[in-house]
């Protein structure tokens, strides 16, 4: 299994328990557990291949990442893990922005890496544009479907941690694309948690 | 005219029904009523299409599907009807009930099959896969555009019932094409009916 | 520049202006404002490029339109501008009717001219399909991300409006193309004022 692989495995874990904790939360059963966690896993990845023009999308190919997602929201949804979460009010807070933001990062730079394989060259515009897609598609789904208004619209810092992440593995895609996407998504991944942790304040309209 | 079309086209019916009872339920207008049986009629074969980059959608080139749905949204909303709908609280939950599972069980293998013509061999999973989103692709759309939460993560069986509705006609395949989506198609309307009937309980989140 | 080009600058300030209003209104972040004008005004493009096989869509390879889009609302977002609106309780409103409706006249003609160049056709049902779907998928978006009901399904002749202005725009398609799309944007934004200032009343389901 390459190292790829790997780390597209670990976003769709991250995602699918930030979709299965959200399900847990607004009281859906198993099946809607197991339905919303391989939505948020997979949905990103699925707007980036229409757009991209990749039909069938990988995720109806390879069964492996949505039964993957599948199995972690089960997990996710065992009434251990899920006492777990209600222990503490924080608790579920924190998980989901934590996985939340480990998916957005992961799939922000895999979008960027896909756009560039796709295409060929790369179109610095076209690969943030769709690294963001990839990495906010899948849990504007989520919120979407939960009824709730998408983190991408109402989080500080969420739609500019995914665009700097994309930005920061493209400036440093020459230093080898492993080590740009490593670096690019621990960008996203870091503002992202230091903006929910320091409350970053944005304008808001009155 | 083929028994496949006129599949498609009972189809199209149940699910238009659905949309339209849907949206006078949410006290739309006769535009919104139209709108929304058609979008819920053609919206799942619309994201079946662009997975399978068959585009423009065949319902973007066949005008008869669209103008049928709207057709039938528009008989729905005639007073008589409506007032029919309203005469038993009931009858009103029955109806979305019946025509949803209707449209769910046709659309799911007429899903399969595309998946199946379009690629040229029977890859179990990518037909499953496209079977359910074809199936609950329209009723997602329906339920979102309405603000109601969407069946798919509220109903027990609901996607369950499409699976295995789409994994019946794959096995059942070789026997026939046409058996294969009828017993299939029934399966997943018999199971969505039961469930709901029997209110078959499933483990939730407390 | 050309005056297609002029023209479509001119829907994507007014869908990003409509699309920033509404974020506003719902109190949303400097962020949340410029991506929702953004998505607002280039949501109904995408749609329209990955139903007609055109991938990346438009606005995915051209940065020029979703930038002018973010600026446009960040504009909005300035206090003296947001006072204005805010300055009269029907302000917000008008703007918001306004806006909504120059973006939807000139998407709905430019998605049938797409329908047309892409095809090589003029296929009458398929333009119509496109030009609609294209002048009211940002919209449609715009309401799904702010958590409100969608205007199409709420207001009296929004649909109606787009359907006519496509057909209008297609009829007088052999006196030239120009002409025959300033003619359809012109017939679309009347009928929405028309319709909104006279509180065209439609039958509704009691």
Redesign the interface.
């Known amino acids: 299994m390459s190292i790829f692989v790997a780390f597209e495995i670990l976003g769709t874990i991250a995602f699918a328990i930030s979709g299965a904790v959200v399900?847990?939360s607004?009281?859906?059963?198993?099946?809607?557990?197991a339905?919303?966690g391989m939505t948020t896993a997979v949905g990103g990845g699925?707007l980036r291949d229409?757009?991209?023009?990749i039909?069938?999308?990988a995720?109806?190919?390879s069964?492996g990442y949505?039964l993957t997602a599948i199995a972690v929201s089960l997990l996710v949804?065992l009434p251990p893990v899920?006492r777990l979460l209600h222990w503490k009010e924080k608790l579920y807070e924190t998980a989901l922005l934590l996985f939340d933001a480990i998916g957005l990062g992961i799939f922000t730079v895999i979008g960027v890496q896909t756009?560039y394989i796709a295409?060929g060259e790369l179109?610095a515009?076209?690969a943030i544009?769709?690294g963001v897609v990839t990495g906010c598609g899948g849990g504007?789904l989520r919120d979407?479907?939960?009824?709730t208004?998408?983190y991408?619209?109402?989080k500080?810092?969420?739609?500019?941690a995914s665009i700097l992440g994309a930005v920061a593995c493209i400036l440093l895609w020459n230093i080898g694309q492993m080590p740009a996407m490593l670096l690019g998504a621990a960008v996203t991944l870091a503002l992202r948690l230091l903006a929910a942790y320091y409350r970053w304040s944005?304008?808001?309209?009155k």
């Open positions: 399900a847990i607004k009281k859906m059963d198993i099946f809607g557990v339905i919303l699925i229409l757009i991209l023009g039909t069938p999308p995720a109806f190919q069964p949505a949804f899920r756009a295409r179109n515009f076209l544009f769709v504007v979407m479907f939960a009824g208004p998408p991408i619209f109402v500080h810092f969420y739609a500019t944005l304008p808001k309209a």
